[in-house]
C-alpha cells in the first residue's frame, strides 16, 4: 500500500509542463469531435459536416496550445492548482474559442466548407474547459489524496488542534494543517462569534461554538493547542484566549497580526507563540492607499536610521509602495545589511541601494544626498536610549539636533520634495536630554517648513514594544536568568504601541501632511510597567512574584510617573483619519533665536560642556526640567 501511495504521488510530480502540452492536443482533438458528436448524429457528421470539422481541428491545434502557452498554462505546478488557475484556465480557453470562431465563420461564409453547425463553437468552449481544467485539477486531487493518506499514516499527527477565527485567515490555517503532514497538527473545530457560521463546515471541519464556549470546549473535548487565526483580533481577544488557555494547561499559538502581514515580515499561515505584543494589539487602523500611493509610487525614498527598529519596519512597509528607489542609510554596516538582506529576499524586484553615513557630517550627506537625489526623506535616525544619553549629553546632541539640522540643509540644497521627522513623547515638557534633543528637532523641522513652504512634518508617538533598547527586551533577559524584575515604581505609566502599528500610522499621517504640522498618533490608555512585567512574566510560562519576583527601585530624579502627547493650552485637531492629530501652533524659544540656539549647544556639545548644554536647555526650551544625573544605573529602565 505504501509503494502504492508513493507511486502516485511520483506520478503527480512527474507530470511535466512538456506532457500536458502534448496531452492538450490530444485533448482538443477529443474537445472537437465530442462537440460535433453532442450537437449531431455519428453519421451524419461524416457525410455532411467532415470538411468543417478537419478545418476546426487543424486551427484549435495551432491556436490553442500558443494561447495556453501565452496564458502560462505549461509554466505552472498544477498539483497546488487554487482559484487564481481556474480563473486563468477560463480566460485561456475563452481566448482561444474567441480568436478560433471568428475564423471557422469567416471560412463558412467564403465556402471554404458547405455545412457548418455553429452551436459547435459553443460545445467546444465548454467542453475544451471541462478537459483542459479537469486534467490539471486531476493532478491537484491526487496530490491531495496521497497527502490525506499519508497523515492519517502519520502518527505524530493526531495533535488535535482548535482553530478561534473561521474566517479567511482560520480557513487557510486549516487548509495548510491538513495538507501538510509534516506539521503534525489536525484541525477538528473552530470556533467563531458570527451567529451564520454556527454548525457550518470548512474543509470539512465544524465550527463548534462560540469564543464563550473555549472552557467548555477544553474541558469536554481533546484538545492539545489552541490556534488564534485572527490577524485582526485585538489584545483582549488574545488575553481571553491565553488566559483560559493557560489555566487549562493547554498550548497556544498565533498567527501574525495585521500589522507584521503589512510589513511583509512574515505570511498569514506561519504561526507562532504569543508574544506581550499581542496581549496590547488593537484594532486595526485603516490606511488611505491613494494618500500615501502618491507620496511613495515612483518616487526616490531615503530613510535614515533604515537599520533601527522604526527604520527597519519603515522600509518594510515604503517598499510595499512600490517606489522607484528605496535608500537604506545609516551609519552601522551591520544593521543596514541585516535590513537590506531581509528587504532583498522579501522584495526582490525593487531597487535598494545602501548609503553608510553619519547624519552628523555635514558634507558626507550632502554626497549622498546629491547622488541619490530622494523625493522623500523619513528620517528615523536618532539617540532614543534615555538614561545612556544623561551619560552622553555632547553626542546626544550632535547626533538628535545636530543630525537633523544636516538632513533639513540637504533638504534645503537638493530640493527634497517632502521630509518627515520621526519624534517621541518624551519631548513633550523634557525631564531628559533625549526629549529635549527631539524636541529641539521638532523645532528645526517646524521652521524649515514654514520657511520653505514645503510638505516637512513632524510625526510623535511613544514608547514601542520590542524596540532596541526598549523595557521588553530588558525583563526577557532578566526572566531568562531567573529574575527579579526591576521596575521603578508601581505607578509609573507608558503609552505603547508596536513597531509595525506605529509605522503603519507614520506613513498615513506623511501622506496628510501640507507643512509645519505635528501629528500625534493615538496611542490608547497608558499602561502601567508593572502590568507590563506581570504579563510577561505569565507568557513565559512563570507565576509573578512566585516563580520570578518583581523589584521596585525607586523612582529617578528627572523621571515623570507618566508621559504626555501634547503641549498644556495647544489646541489639537481631529484629522481625517480618526488615530491621527494634528497638533497646532509651534514653540517659540525663551527668548533666542532658533538658529542661534542650536549654534550655541552644538558649540557646547563640540566643547565638553554637557552640564552646561543641559543648563542652556533647561533655560531656552519651554516647559524643560532636565535634572542632571550622571550616576543612574542603566539597567533600570522604564
Not at 553619519?358 to 538614561?387: G, S, Y
Request: hydrophobic letters at 45%; charged letters at 25%; a positive charge.
Amino acid at each position: 500500500m505504501l509503494d502504492c501511495t508513493a507511486n502516485k504521488m511520483k506520478i503527480a510530480y512527474n507530470i511535466r509542463n512538456r506532457h500536458l502540452f502534448v496531452g492538450d492536443l490530444g485533448l482538443t482533438v477529443l474537445s472537437i469531435i465530442a462537440a460535433y458528436i453532442l450537437r449531431l448524429e455519428l453519421i451524419e457528421i461524416f457525410a455532411n459536416y467532415y470538411l468543417s470539422l478537419i478545418w476546426m481541428t487543424g486551427l484549435s491545434l495551432i491556436i490553442k496550445p500558443v494561447v495556453y502557452y501565452l496564458f502560462g498554462l505549461y509554466r505552472r505546478m498544477w498539483i497546488y492548482a487554487s482559484m487564481r488557475e481556474l480563473r486563468l484556465i477560463v480566460a485561456a480557453v475563452t481566448t482561444a474559442s474567441a480568436i478560433i470562431s471568428p475564423i471557422m465563420l469567416i471560412l463558412f461564409t467564403n465556402r471554404f466548407f458547405i455545412s457548418f453547425p455553429r452551436s459547435v463553437l459553443i460545445i467546444d468552449w465548454v467542453t475544451s474547459l471541462m478537459l483542459i481544467g479537469g486534467s490539471r485539477y486531476g493532478l491537484r486531487m491526487l496530490a491531495e489524496a496521497v497527502n490525506k493518506n499519508d497523515a492519517l499514516k502519520t502518527p505524530t499527527s493526531n495533535k488535535h488542534t482548535l482553530i478561534i477565527g473561521a474566517g479567511d485567515a482560520g480557513a487557510l490555517v486549516a487548509k495548510e494543517l491538513l495538507k501538510n503532514p509534516t506539521i503534525s497538527r489536525k484541525p477538528v473545530g473552530f470556533l467563531d462569534d458570527n451567529p451564520e457560521k454556527q454548525r457550518q463546515q470548512i474543509h470539512g471541519i465544524p465550527v463548534i461554538g462560540q469564543l464563550a464556549d473555549l472552557s467548555k470546549v477544553l474541558a469536554t473535548q481533546k484538545i492539545d493547542e489552541v490556534v488564534i487565526a485572527i490577524p485582526s483580533a485585538p489584545g483582549s481577544v488574545i488575553r481571553t484566549v491565553s488566559e483560559i488557555c493557560r489555566k487549562k494547561q493547554i498550548p497556544y499559538r498565533t498567527m501574525p497580526g495585521m500589522y507584521e502581514l503589512l510589513g511583509g515580515k512574515v505570511s498569514v499561515t506561519r504561526l507562532r507563540e504569543v508574544d506581550i505584543s499581542d496581549l496590547l494589539r488593537r484594532e486595526t487602523a485603516q490606511i488611505n492607499d491613494e494618500i500615501v500611493g502618491e507620496i511613495i509610487k515612483h518616487k526616490v525614498v531615503l530613510v535614515t536610521g533604515a537599520g533601527g527598529s522604526i527604520g527597519t519596519e519603515l522600509c518594510r512597509q515604503i517598499a510595499r509602495w512600490q517606489p522607484s528607489r528605496l535608500v537604506l542609510l545609516g551609519h552601522g554596516e551591520n544593521s543596514i545589511f541585516e535590513t537590506y538582506l531581509e528587504l532583498k529576499q522579501n522584495f526582490p524586484a525593487l531597487p535598494l541601494y545602501t548609503a553608510i553615513a553619519d547624519i552628523r557630517d555635514l558634507e558626507r550627506m550632502k554626497q549622498e544626498t546629491a547622488r541619490i537625489k530622494p523625493n522623500v526623506i523619513f528620517h528615523a535616525a536618532a539617540h532614543k536610549h534615555v538614561p545612556l544619553m544623561e551619560h552622553n549629553v555632547e553626542d546626544c546632541v550632535l547626533n538628535n539636533v545636530l543630525g537633523t539640522r544636516n538632513v533639513i540643509e540637504c533638504c534645503r540644497l537638493y530640493d527634497v520634495e517632502r521630509l518627515v521627522l520621526i519624534s517621541t513623547d518624551k519631548a513633550i515638557h523634557p525631564v531628559s536630554v533625549m526629549g529635549a534633543t527631539k524636541r529641539l528637532a521638532e523645532m528645526l523641522v517646524l521652521k524649515a517648513a514654514q520657511q520653505s513652504r514645503k510638505p516637512y512634518s513632524v510625526v510623535r508617538f511613544g514608547n514601542v514594544l520590542g524596540s532596541r533598547g526598549s523595557v521588553v527586551p530588558l525583563f526577557k533577559r532578566q526572566i531568562a536568568q531567573g529574575g527579579p524584575i526591576t521596575v521603578t515604581d508601581p505607578k509609573m505609566k507608558r503609552y505603547f504601541m508596536t513597531i509595525p502599528e506605529a509605522v503603519h500610522l507614520v506613513l498615513q499621517a506623511a501622506g496628510m501632511g501640507k507643512g509645519g504640522e505635528t501629528f500625534v498618533l493615538n496611542m490608547g490608555e497608558q499602561i502601567r510597567i508593572v502590568d507590563l512585567a506581570e504579563d510577561l512574566i505569565r507568557l513565559s510560562g512563570f507565576e509573578p512574584y512566585k516563580d520570578i519576583d518583581i523589584v521596585f527601585t525607586g523612582i529617578r530624579k528627572g523621571e515623570k510617573l507618566s508621559e504626555d502627547l501634547w503641549n498644556e493650552g495647544r489646541e489639537f485637531k481631529q484629522t481625517a483619519h480618526p488615530e491621527i492629530y494634528s497638533e497646532e501652533g509651534q514653540d517659540d524659544l525663551e527668548g533666542r533665536d532658533l538658529d542661534e540656539t542650536v549654534d550655541s549647544l552644538i558649540g557646547m556639545a563640540y566643547s565638553g560642556l554637557g552640564e552646561e548644554a543641559i543648563d542652556f536647555m533647561n533655560l531656552v526650551i519651554p516647559q524643560a526640567k532636565i535634572k542632571s544625573v550622571r550616576s543612574i544605573d542603566l539597567t533600570k529602565i522604564n
